[in-house]
């Protein structure tokens, strides 16, 4: 089985300041983690994704994430924050088998609040 | 450009009454899932498909809920019997290839807010 954890409900962050959203996973197996971002009424928005490789994953509008195996976490970050970045952010990770399809397994994800 | 979109994106039914909601995935992408997003909450998985083949659809919560691809595009989720606790945001997401266990992107539509009465 596997499963995702985002420990935060809620963060608040003031524009300008480094944000950070947490996640950590569980899986049998080598994971593929991915990060989504829902703004209101919308669909998810996909963000970055690691596979292999580098453990530090660059995405869209400025996010990047940085997989740690021995903590089985994918945090995401951003340097700087945004007001426009306040949304609701989700952690997704599949296994990299074959017999374990390819459905995603997603965390309760983390609001962000960032403001001015 | 044109990615996933689904409609209705609004439906209101009330309790009882048969639904289908639709889906058209990315044009070519061969891998089409449905997810089901309660208030508050991440989504979770129902049903998967590779072209029109149904792979896996232990995700679907009860035998009311029934999903089909029938041509390898567009695909529609029905739910027959309507009840209150299936009122849920019903998202669909396509990725390019079939490889089960791939690093594809599945990539999202809007998704279809169904609220039963």
């Known amino acids: 089985a596997q499963s995702v954890a985002q420990p935060e409900d809620q963060v608040n962050v003031a524009e300008g300041n480094p944000l950070t959203v947490k996640c950590t996973y569980s899986v049998s197996g080598n994971p593929y983690l991915f990060w989504y971002v829902q703004y209101p009424n919308r669909g998810l928005q996909f963000l970055l994704k690691y596979i292999t490789g580098d453990n530090l994953v660059k995405g869209s509008y400025g996010f990047e994430a940085e997989f740690n195996k021995s903590q089985t976490s994918f945090h995401l970050k951003k340097p700087s924050a945004l007001v426009s970045d306040s949304a609701l952010y989700f952690c997704?990770?599949?296994?990299?088998?074959?017999?374990?399809?390819?459905?995603?397994?997603f965390g309760g994800g983390t609001r962000v609040l960032v403001k001015p | 450009g044109a990615g996933v979109s689904q409609s209705p994106r609004y439906k209101v039914a009330k309790r009882g009454q048969d639904v289908a909601l639709r889906c058209d995935p990315i044009s070519g992408h061969v891998s089409l899932f449905w997810y089901q997003q309660a208030l508050g909450q991440g989504p979770e998985f129902l049903t998967y498909?590779?072209?029109?083949?149904?792979?896996?659809k232990s995700g679907l919560p009860s035998d009311r809920f029934f999903a089909e691809r029938p041509e390898g595009s567009v695909s529609t989720l029905k739910i027959q019997r309507t009840q209150q606790e299936d009122s849920a945001v019903y998202l669909c997401?396509?990725?390019?290839?079939?490889?089960?266990?791939?690093?594809?992107?599945?990539?999202f539509g809007p998704g279809t807010r169904l609220t039963v009465l």
């Open positions: 997401a396509s990725s390019f290839t079939g490889t089960s266990g791939s690093s594809d992107t599945q990539y």
């Open positions: 498909f590779q072209n029109e083949a149904q792979l896996d």
């Open positions: 997704a990770v599949r296994v990299s088998i074959k017999a374990a399809g390819n459905k995603l397994t």
